[in-house]
C-alpha cells in the first residue's frame, strides 16, 4: 500500500539522496560532489518555509516524491502578492511509473499553493533541460 506523507528537516539527507537518484536518471553525470550544496538548499527552504515536498511510501521505501518551491517577484497586475510556486523534484522511481502516484502527489502541491494563497505556478521540464544541458556540451 502506498501511503503520502510531507517530508520534514530531519530527511534531508533522504531528499538529497533522492535528488541525485533523480539527476543521474535524467542523464546528467555526477562529476561533482553537490552534497554540502543539496544539503544546504534543504536547510535554506525547512527553515524559511519555502519548500513543501511530498514523499510516497511503499512500507519503509520511498518511491517517488515531489515538492514546491516559493519565492519571491515583484508583485504585477496578475499576481499581487509576487509569490511563485515553482514544482521541482518530480521523480517516481521506474517500477512505479504509470500509476498516477505523480498525479496525486501533483494535486496536493497545487492545494499547498492555494493555501499559500499563490496563484502562480511553475514547472521547468528536466527533458527541455537535458537537451539544453546535452546540446551545449557538444
Given amino acids: 500500500m502506498i501511503t503520502y506523507k510531507e517530508a520534514s528537516q530531519n530527511q534531508i539527507k533522504e531528499l538529497c539522496e533522492i535528488r541525485k537518484q533523480q539527476l543521474i536518471d535524467e ?6 560532489d553537490i552534497d554540502q550544496d543539496l544539503e544546504r538548499f534543504f536547510e535554506d527552504c525547512f ?3 519555502n519548500l513543501y515536498e511530498i514523499l510516497a511510501h511503499d512500507h519503509d521505501k520511498i518511491i517517488a516524491t515531489e515538492a514546491v518551491c516559493f519565492y519571491d517577484y515583484p508583485p504585477t497586475y496578475t499576481n499581487q502578492t509576487g ?11 521506474p517500477h512505479y511509473r ?10 496536493e502541491l497545487e492545494e499547498e499553493a492555494k493555501r499559500r494563497k499563490v496563484k ?19
Fill in 27 to 32: 542523464g546528467i553525470e555526477p562529476s561533482i
Fill in 47 to 49: 527553515q524559511n518555509h
Fill in 83 to 93: 509569490r511563485i510556486a515553482y514544482i521541482t523534484n518530480m521523480y517516481t522511481s
Fill in 98 to 107: 504509470k500509476q498516477g502516484i505523480a498525479t496525486k502527489i501533483l494535486h
Fill in 120 to 138: 502562480i505556478m511553475r514547472l521547468g521540464a528536466s527533458f527541455l533541460y537535458f537537451i539544453i544541458y546535452a546540446h551545449k556540451n557538444l
